[in-house]
T-cell receptor, first 114, second 115 residues
Framework: GNSVTQMEGPVTLSEEAFLTINCTYTATGYPSLFWYVQYPGEGLQLLLKATKADDKGSNKGFEATYRKETTSFHLEKGSVQVSDSAVYFCALSVSTGGGNKLTFGTGTQLKVEL | NAGVTQTPKFQVLKTGQSMTLQCAQD?????MYWYRQDPGMGLRLIYYSASEGTTDKGEVPNGYNVSRLNKREFSLRLESAAPSQTSVYFCASILPTSGVTYEQYFGPGTRLTVT
């Protein structure tokens, strides 16, 4: 089956620190990979995605590279801000005839302090 | 363009009561999904509808039923609520039924407490 493992939180950083959130996956088939972000009290929003090996997804200063050889999709940001405080979910989707179903990791809470 | 909307935002039920969570999208998407979010477990798929007229079980369907009322609306019903169904419920939708992978769009969630 499909599964996603991401580092446990919470992660607490000072503003302008470097962020890495690790994500590895197992999948039957060739997955697309996603990072979603959830701000307090809200639903999930797509942060970035990559659909094939060596693709780099990027958005709002966040980046992640699809590494097929290590089955990883680690999220990075060079300088975090207080406004980046949220829960981050790694997810994969294997396109099938019925559905584009997402498999999520457990989420990593990030808290950025001044 | 409201995206994905869910009602209600909050609900408290007693054990054994029933209720229906409503979801609607105005993006002309084909596929719709219901997830539950529990602490430390991420989001788990309850049911999904790949296209109008079809529904299928996800990872945790027990205790739930769904109805794809039309292309816009996908409801989730709890026939006899249990405390284990205390959770935050999210509805999501996506354009294609298969092929190229697009992002899923999520609603704001319904926080349900069963006492």
């Amino acid at each position: 089956g499909n599964s996603v493992t991401q580092m446990e939180g919470p992660v607490t950083l000072s503003e302008e620190a470097f962020l890495t959130i690790n994500c590895t996956y197992t999948a039957t088939g060739y997955p697309s990979l996603f990072w979603y972000v959830q701000y307090p009290g809200e639903g999930l929003q797509l942060l970035l995605k990559a659909t094939k090996a060596d693709d780099k997804g990027s958005n709002k200063g966040f980046e992640a590279t699809y590494r097929k050889e290590t089955t990883s999709f680690h999220l990075e940001k060079g300088s975090v801000q207080v406004s980046d405080s949220a829960v981050y979910f790694c997810a994969l989707s294997v396109s099938t005839g019925g559905g584009n179903k997402l498999t999520f990791g457990t989420g990593t809470q990030l808290k950025v302090e001044l | 363009n409201a995206g994905v909307t869910q009602t209600p935002k909050f609900q408290v039920l007693k054990t054994g009561q029933s209720m229906t969570l409503q979801c609607a999208q105005d993006m002309n998407h084909n596929s719709m999904y219901w997830y539950r979010q529990d602490p430390g477990m991420g989001l788990r798929l309850i049911y999904y509808s790949a296209s109008e007229g079809t529904t299928d079980k996800g990872e945790v369907p027990n205790g739930y039923n769904v109805s794809r009322l039309n292309k816009r609306e996908f409801s989730l019903r709890l026939e006899s609520a249990a405390p284990s169904q205390t959770s935050v419920y999210f509805c999501a939708s996506i354009l294609p039924t298969s092929g190229v992978t697009y992002e899923q769009y999520f609603g704001p969630g319904t926080r349900l407490t069963v006492t």
